[in-house]
Structure formats: structure tokens, C-alpha cells
């Protein structure tokens, strides 16, 4: 377990590390299962959910759903954790691979990640995505790796909820896009020099948007693309403020998106 704490681990085992008991939940009610689990039983029998799930995961190690469930010592979780005082439960889940996304006739939203490399934000730019309706995220080459214990943490569940798909080049990208809408997906990028704001874009038709490093800005691929299928935009702000941090920015146009959905479909149950 502790190896998963690095890329090379992961990929040697094809197991991410998920930790706490709310994370744990999650990946559970969205039926994924543990290879397998460490506990501490004074730990997680403080609170009545900790106990609840720790019934749980031993009636399924017993039904033959989870492999091994052990219990441990408080110093031993510490060390297959990635944190210093994990919450009482570390888990291992088979790293996770969802099936190419399939044409839909309602418009997606989509989002794209472009060579984000700090954990925690793309963590939160995940649990963002979820909570604002995203269909499913595409990480470009350069991005971290979505089961850095960080990234997990910080997406609090996104990663069994939300389809994300890493390590896809630039050159297949809009191909893959384009396919899951027959009128074709508008990409926009995120750009702090950009004269269109970004809720003066139409967020009702199929979209995706495209959010970069902060510090290095848009790729060369990233600008390209959004300039010939869809348009550059920015987030106008007052005072002496230049940016915002890839996550905020991500969270302000998706739920800005999720706005105008949210009025569109309105109207249409007003008739």
C-alpha cells in the first residue's frame, strides 16, 4: 500500500490508494470494491458511520467481494497512508477504466485538462467538474497523475463518479469529442488575455472547456485547437488581480455553464 503512494507503484500494481472513511463510502455506494482494505477498529468505531462502514466491509470480505480486509495498528496505517493521521481506513481499488464515451443526444459539457501539474488542483478542478454536471474529463500528456493520493483526496469521490480519461494526445482529441454530439463540440479555453468573457459563450449547446497550468498558461495544442473549433475566453475581474488559480477559474465557468442549463431546462418545464 505504501508503494501506491508513488506513480511507479501504481502502475506496478494497477492500485490507487483511497483514504478515509466518507472516501471509501463513496466508492462503495458507486459498487466499486476494494482489493484491499486496512483498518484501525478503535479509529473507525468513534463515530457510529465508521463503525457502520467497518460492518460493511467485513460482510463483504465474507461474502467474497473483498479480498482482505486486516486490521491494523494505529502506527502501521500511518504507514501505508500517504497522510500523517489517516482517518482509521486505508483502502486499495483496482485503478479504474471507463468505457469510451458513447454519443448523447442531450449537449455535453466536457472539460479538458491541459498539462495541470499540482495535485491539489486538479483534485478540486475533478470535484468541481462533478458537482457542475461535467459528462467526462480528457487529461492531456504533462497532466499529474489523476490517482496521485493528493489528486483522490481532494476529489473527494469524483473519481468513481465522474469518467476521466488521462494521457490522451492532442492529435485524437477532437476526433473524440466531435463524436459524442452530431452537431460537433465547441472548445473553449480559458485565457486571461482573452477579449470574449466567458459568460458571453453560449454553455447550452455541446462544449468543452479547456483549463491550463496557471503558471505556464495554454499549451501551443490547447490554443490551436480552441481557436479553430470554438474561441479563447477570460474570467473579468476587478482591482489589481491578473488571474485566478486553475481551479477557481475552472469552477466559475462550469457553474456558470451549469446556470445556463439550469435556466434552459427550466423554461422548457414552463413551457
Given at each position: ?162 469518467p476521466i480519461f488521462a494521457e490522451i494526445a492532442w492529435e485524437v482529441l477532437p476526433a473524440q469529442l466531435a463524436s459524442l454530439h452530431p452537431t460537433g463540440i465547441g472548445l473553449f479555453a480559458a485565457d486571461a488575455g482573452a477579449a470574449t468573457p466567458y459568460d458571453a459563450v453560449d ?69
Amino acid at each position: 500500500m505504501r508503494a501506491l503512494a508513488t506513480s511507479k507503484g501504481r502502475r506496478e500494481q494497477h492500485l490507487f490508494l483511497v483514504e478515509g472513511v466518507r472516501a471509501v463510502e463513496d466508492a462503495l455506494r458507486a459498487r466499486f470494491e476494494p482489493e484491499a482494505v486496512l483498518y484501525n477498529g478503535d479509529l473507525l468505531k468513534r463515530t457510529e458511520r465508521g463503525a457502520a462502514l467497518l460492518r460493511l466491509l467485513l460482510s463483504q470480505e465474507k461474502a467474497s467481494r473483498v479480498r482482505l480486509v486486516l486490521e491494523a495498528s494505529e502506527r502501521a496505517l500511518e504507514a501505508a497512508s500517504d497522510t500523517q493521521h489517516p482517518q482509521g481506513i486505508v483502502a486499495a481499488f483496482p485503478m479504474i477504466e471507463w468505457p469510451p464515451p458513447q454519443p448523447q443526444r442531450a449537449p455535453p459539457l466536457l472539460l479538458v485538462c491541459d498539462a495541470l501539474q499540482d495535485p491539489g488542483n486538479l483534485g478540486t478542478i475533478l470535484r468541481a467538474a462533478e458537482a457542475a454536471g461535467v459528462h467526462a474529463v480528457w487529461l492531456s500528456p504533462g497532466c499529474v497523475d489523476p490517482y496521485n493520493p493528493k489528486v483522490v483526496r481532494a476529489a473527494m469521490g469524483a473519481h468513481f463518479r465522474l469518467p476521466i480519461f488521462a494521457e490522451i494526445a492532442w492529435e485524437v482529441l477532437p476526433a473524440q469529442l466531435a463524436s459524442l454530439h452530431p452537431t460537433g463540440i465547441g472548445l473553449f479555453a480559458a485565457d486571461a488575455g482573452a477579449a470574449t468573457p466567458y459568460d458571453a459563450v453560449d454553455w447550452t449547446q455541446p462544449a468543452s472547456l479547456i483549463v491550463s497550468n496557471e503558471a505556464h498558461g495554454l499549451s501551443r495544442e490547447a490554443r490551436q485547437l480552441a481557436e479553430q473549433h470554438g474561441g479563447l475566453i477570460s474570467i473579468p475581474m476587478a482591482g489589481g488581480t491578473e488571474s485566478l488559480n486553475a481551479a477557481m477559474s475552472a469552477a466559475i465557468i462550469l457553474f456558470e455553464a451549469a446556470r445556463q442549463r439550469r435556466a434552459i431546462a427550466i423554461m422548457k418545464r414552463h413551457g
